[in-house]
């Protein structure tokens, strides 16, 4: 039985059709959920790509991670055991085919295939190729202009016309007409296609689509079919996502872009059945993470570091720890995979266990076990500012940040909701039951005792992850 795993970063649960979502964004998962596993409840380990990929691939918590120069950038340790490195021992090929310059080699993320490939990487190296490398570059001639703006943006968002919003949306017409910080799907789709095809069975395939993630391509959007408009129109929406402020159409440009993604899912799909190889092939297909849509005022997914205030109230809050971002779609489907829908909290840290049960194989003992583990499914992010737990059951969930006092969680904690009667989490309680503090007290680290890799993120991925929103 081969293995696919197809991860879509900044995929949000409720915007797929097949999790109940008014517009048609996902007809070919729609048609696939018919016949799959689906989780109603699936949790990331974290809220960005650098929380959530060590413990999709390892079963690490932020916790139980190490970094590279800063600590925002989370990166597995050399000796960690992961899901590739494990089939690989069974005898599978393993072949990764990605994007995001978050999942590098230098951060480890390749541990345990036997092709890896970073098209964002790849890209990367071009732009650094041609541009003066010292101690002080920082990349491309536009580097540093994003940054620039959103300041400027912020800055004077009060005024009647803000007067660098026309600079950003040229600035965005540059890169589209250049080189966009993200590579389409369709892309992605055929090379690592052409990856399996080079390769032989049984294989454990890992790909992932960045075109969910802000900033949302023009072109792509367009051809989900679900809005039409043109590149300068959708940059002028844009720019109210950077800068914080509500703006009705970028819903639409996301569920568009969403239809996009899937279509191309459908040709991956496609593509195994005129192969003869789709009823041999375990397809898992997740996110990373989710999205805030300004849900709570915010848009994003916790970029940069530390505490950021709600644009409406002020209110200073650490990581963002909603289900609008830690709650992702989940479907598997396969011969081996049973048909319908679990309720039941599930972490994405599992599914290592999940894929060697299918597989009938013996899995290495992952940090966090589905085996091992208690009833709460666990997301986590360590900064500078702290750790930040997010602790959940089938009907409560815990929000908790900077503390390994059990009583000064119980005293201080404010974002707790009752799960099963307020599944918006826009009620906060007090009153939460113990084994949920004792967990988060249990888990709980100091930022300083995470271990550090050797090594340095080169300028020029510095700036793709600037472009994409990281600082």
Not at 278 to 298: A, F, K, N, Q
Not at 431 to 459: F, M, R, S, Y
Request: glycine residues 6%.
């Amino acid at each position: 039985m081969n293995v696919i795993l197809l991860t879509v970063d900044c995929f949000r649960y409720d915007r797929c059709s097949f999790n109940g979502h008014h517009l048609q964004t996902t007809p070919v998962l729609d048609e696939l959920a018919i016949g799959s596993q689906v989780y109603e409840t699936a949790i990331a380990p974290g809220m960005r790509t650098a929380e959530s990929f060590p413990g999709i691939l390892a079963g690490q918590l932020s916790r139980d991670s190490s970094y590279l120069e800063e600590i925002h950038l989370k990166s597995l340790s050399p000796d960690s055991s992961t899901i590739a490195s494990c089939l690989s021992k069974q005898g599978y090929n393993t072949v990764a085919t990605i994007t995001n310059p978050q999942l590098s080699t230098i951060r480890n993320f390749d541990i345990g295939f036997d092709q890896f490939r970073n098209l964002e990487s790849n890209a990367s190296s071009q732009i650094a190729q041609n541009q003066p490398q010292n101690e002080e570059s920082s990349g491309p001639p536009l580097s540093g202009l994003l940054d620039n703006f959103r300041r400027c943006l912020n800055n004077i968002d009060s005024a009647p016309v803000n007067p660098f919003v026309p600079a950003y949306v040229a600035y965005r017409e540059i890169q589209r007409r250049t080189e966009w910080p993200t590579v389409p799907a369709e892309t992605v789709v055929d090379e690592f296609l052409a990856d399996l095809e080079a390769t032989t069975e049984p294989f454990f395939g890992w790909t992932h689509l960045m075109d969910l993630h802000a900033p949302l391509h023009p072109g792509r959007i367009n051809a989900g079919g679900l809005l039409s408009a043109s590149s300068l129109t959708q940059f002028w929406w844009d720019s109210k996502r950077v800068r914080g402020s509500y703006e009705s159409n970028y819903e639409r440009m996301y569920d568009s872009a969403l239809k996009y993604v899937d279509a191309q899912i459908g040709r991956l799909i496609q593509n195994l059945k005129v192969k003869d190889l789709w009823d041999e092939t375990l397809l898992i297909v997740t996110g990373d993470h989710g999205e805030s849509l300004y849900d709570r005022g915010v848009y994003g997914h916790g970029e940069g570091e530390g505490q950021f205030a709600h644009v409406d109230t002020g209110e200073i809050r650490h990581h963002y720890m909603y289900d609008d971002v830690i709650k992702v779609p989940l479907l598997i489907h396969g011969s081996e995979a049973s048909v319908g829908r679990i309720e039941k909290p599930f972490s994405l840290c599992w599914l290592g266990d999940l894929i060697t049960d299918y597989l009938d194989v013996e899995a290495p003992t992952f940090p966090q076990s589905r085996k091992e583990s208690s009833e709460a499914v666990i997301a986590d992010a360590v900064t500078n500012e702290g750790h930040t737990l997010a602790v959940r059951t089938d009907e409560w969930k815990l929000i908790t940040s900077c503390s390994t006092n059990a009583e000064d969680i119980r005293e201080n904690t404010t974002n707790a909701y009752y799960i099963s009667a307020d599944p918006g989490e826009r009620v906060p309680v007090s009153d939460v039951p113990d084994t949920l503090i004792e967990t988060a007290a249990e888990l709980v680290v100091n930022p300083d005792n995470l271990p550090t890799l050797d090594g340095q993120v080169d300028a020029a991925t510095k700036q793709r992850l600037s472009d994409l929103g990281y600082r």
